[in-house]
């Protein structure tokens, strides 16, 4: 009880400032001029209601041989001002086709969003996005979405499903792939360098579009990592670990949301009154529109929440949806459900206004041909400066996971080189999954990439060895026979494109197929061994590991794979990528990653047989690779970790030496513990870290400051806020390898 009075008022200030830091209430303002809304005011007022509903509804286009094609009765909607948006449709010609009959045969000339999957690039296709988390270059990331949104609105597409902000600590979802991996913090400043880099600072610019955060909200924590599969945790959980990245996308200004196809603790989010209207809106002020994911609403009545597609049509709509991806539920029910008074007409209303904003920050009103720019489309494409990025990112994102004897890099020395394996030459693969308008045509493979940098000096073989997925051994032979003409041997191995990604989950995630085999029997010819790795997850590779061979991690590249794993295979580059998503022994461990909590009966490393403890009979609790865990082909000294605490304010030092043999970045990485908390704290939180150049030879210091907002976590009443006392900041290499000390915070 707080008896004096001043410490009362002192408390209720707090609280006060709590509530204004943690829960802004106030809706941000969009930067809708003056002449926009009027015109969205007048539109209002004279639109049908199937106009209005139209503008509620998400229609498809579709690819064939010939090119794009639109079903003839979506075309028809689109002249009678009854279609707000199309997705997949993009190049110029095309878009402007379609714009022109809103446009030109609509009564009110709406112009039309145009919404496109846009995850790791347009044309040029970088990495996938979890080997771009790997790169921990906040930059790069968001210069590599500058170009895909440049290259997009070359296109004439205005609107992006992205960026996919979803945690996730299973590596059986195939999703993964899509993300930036387990950690919130991380995926937080990863989430807001996506937006700007699709938003840009003009909405207006004819260069930048719409971003949409997804999937709204944990669709990356579904049950044993199933697609699609239930999601059901603490409240305190969901607040902490899930919901962070969503926030920072809309406190960055994110024009709109995809709600999730899962429910959260049984009300699906693309029904879920709490989740869009209390916490997005209300709570963090958001100011776009929602927009369900494919077929969500409809999807309500198989999770056995609607009765039919109407009933799911009025949840959804009541529950703060805009717009009805493909589904048709609102074109088909919503008249009937305003006439039966089950839905409001204010609602239809506020969703039409939302999306009309949309268009108007977009400036389309002003100009609906905006993004139809055939100059732009010829030349602003794949450009060489786009390419050399997607080059530089590539190898900014490999991550050496072994390296015994200096395996890597190749050495001047080598006469012969042999490339084997089923990824070593595969055009296809390179481009990962969800890789919008990229051309698998124009990807540099491995095999490719190797012979651009070695030119006649060096031999460069290639054999596939076996495929990637089937137990077919029949190509052992010809593979051996060729390991015995090469003094260095690149194995190429991991999964196909399309084993990662949407509706593709395992639940055996080692190297699939008869690659483990293969690898053996290659070993055997005593020759260095380099196992380059291309794979959209965390993979088991606890066989490939045992063997005496250099792992590089590759992920999925895009376009030019082939060429930046060259520049790190050959030196060129000093690996510094480090993972953002743990590396399991087994899939028995699964959920395993760095944040975990203590528990009451921790497993202590020194005692390894006690048995009441918390770990397994026959696997160690440690991953294979732990997150932030990456090699280099030079090697960083940690000492003098010093801390200063001053207040609100936490300086910490650390000395980094490079004590190997060539100039290397490494990532500096900061964690904290909360020792003694209300509530149990995970046993390391990253907080900070620095991806610094350290020159052979040279030492750095490097500085962080943290404050103490960095210490603030969930309460069981949903306030964030930092508890004093006792914690242990963490400074090291990876979240595994730190020094590290205590400080009292007051
Ligand atoms: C995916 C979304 C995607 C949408 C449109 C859905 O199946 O879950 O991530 O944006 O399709 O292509």
Redesign the pocket.
Known sequence: MLRNGKFRIAAILLLLLIKATVHSQVPKNKGINHRDKEKIDNLLKTMTLDEKIGQLSLFRSGWDVTGPIINVNDKKLIGEGKAGAI??AYTVDYVHDLQQLAIEKSRLKIPMLFGY?VIHGHRTIFPIPLGQSCTWDLKIIEDAERIAATEATAEGINWT?SP?VDISRDPRWGRVA?GAGEDTWLGCKIAEARVKGFQGNDLKANNTLLACA??FAAYGAPQAGRDYNTVDMSQLSLYEWFLPPYKSCVDIGVGSM?TS?NEIAGIPSTCNTWLLEDLLRKEWGFNGFVVT??TAINELVSHGIAEDNKDAARLSLNAGVDMD?VGNTFLDYLPELLKEKKVALTRIDEAVRSILEAKALLGLFDDPYRYCNKTRQEQEIMTPGQLALARKMVSESCVLLKNPDHILPIPGKVKTIAIIGPLGDSKTDMLGNWYAAGQWEKCITLLEGIKNRTGEHMKVLYEKGCNTNDSDRSGFDAALKLAARADYIILALGENGWMSG?AASRSNIDLPGVQNDLAETIVKTGKPVAVILFNGRPLVIARLNNLPVAILETWFGGTQAGNGIADVLFGEVSPAAKLTMTFPRNEGQIPVFYNGKNTGRPFNLNDRDAKYVSRYLDCPNDPLFPFGYGLSYTSFAYSNLETNVDTRNIAVTVQVANSGNCDGEEVVQLYIRDNVGSITRPVKELKGFQKVLIKKGETKTIAFNITTDDLAFYHPDLKKYWEPGEFTVYVGTNSAETLSKSITVK
């Open positions: 997705l997949n999957d499903f996919m899509e997804k999937h995809m196809f994911d494919w991806m949407e």
